[in-house]
């Protein structure tokens, strides 16, 4: 398995709290990503990051930032957390080897926003 | 704007018969398509990919077939098993763009599969 943990694995947290969301990964793969994963959605890309203090929005980056200071650090944070950001989040890596490559996923964070 | 879309939203099969889990795209950019299998509680592990330039790819049980013409993909588990049952994402990707966009994935909305022994 790759080496990709989320934390915290669960979260309840009020609405207007900030929240952050964290993933480490010992794989020194230089691609990160944060998708959301809804009923009828599938999965979604909310950031990425393409290398340290290297990122870049996804599809749905409307309340959400990134940093990444350390190539094995991915952090999520939302300013101020809303109902709609109920969700579960999943990080995944990647690397490009000079050929097509498939992304590794964590075991994901269930968020609940009250 | 659904670019993957898996119309079905659920398939039950019985043991040892085939299971088709089935994908349409509209992005004719896409290069690059994946499946997923998801269990609950877990992340999204992969299973099978397939480039473009390829109509064909088999994996053990698994095989992926892609019609570019049609933009259609779909995923043949012969024989299935109850241990398939999951959560089947077909993902989709521009390998071609590279640079700082590798990797991103498009998944269509998921298909759960049963398989009844």
């Known amino acids: 398995d790759a080496g990709i943990t989320q934390s915290p694995r669960h979260k309840v947290t009020e609405t207007g709290t900030p929240v952050t969301l964290r993933c480490h990964q010992t794989e020194n793969h230089r691609y990160m990503y944060w998708y959301r994963q809804d009923p009828g959605h599938g999965l979604r890309l909310i950031h990425y990051?393409?290398?340290?203090?290297?990122?870049d929005k996804g599809e749905v980056s409307d309340g959400y930032s990134v940093s990444r200071s350390k190539t094995e650090d991915f952090l999520l944070t939302l300013e101020s957390a809303t109902s709609s950001q109920t969700s579960v989040y999943f990080c995944?890596?990647?690397?490009?080897?000079?050929?097509?490559?498939?992304?590794?996923f964590g075991q994901g964070t269930r968020l609940t926003v009250v | 704007d659904q670019q993957v879309k898996q119309n079905s939203p659920s398939l039950s099969v019985q043991e040892g018969r085939i299971s088709i889990l089935n994908c349409d795209y509209t992005?004719?950019?896409?290069?690059?398509f994946l499946w997923y299998k998801k269990y609950p509680a877990e992340g999204p592990t992969f299973l099978i990919s397939i480039s473009s330039i390829k109509d064909k790819n088999e994996d053990g049980r698994f095989t992926v077939f892609l019609n570019k013409s049609a933009k259609h993909l779909s995923l043949h588990i012969v024989p299935s098993q109850p241990g398939d049952s999951a959560v089947y994402f077909c993902?989709?990707?521009?390998f071609g763009a590279g640079g700082t966009s590798y990797g991103k994935l498009t998944f269509g909305q998921g298909t759960i599969l049963t398989v009844h022994p």
């Open positions: 990051s393409y290398g340290v203090k290297d990122t």
């Open positions: 992005n004719s950019m896409f290069d690059y």
């Open positions: 993902a989709a990707s521009r």
């Open positions: 995944a890596i990647s690397e490009s080897k000079g050929a097509n490559t498939e992304a590794f």
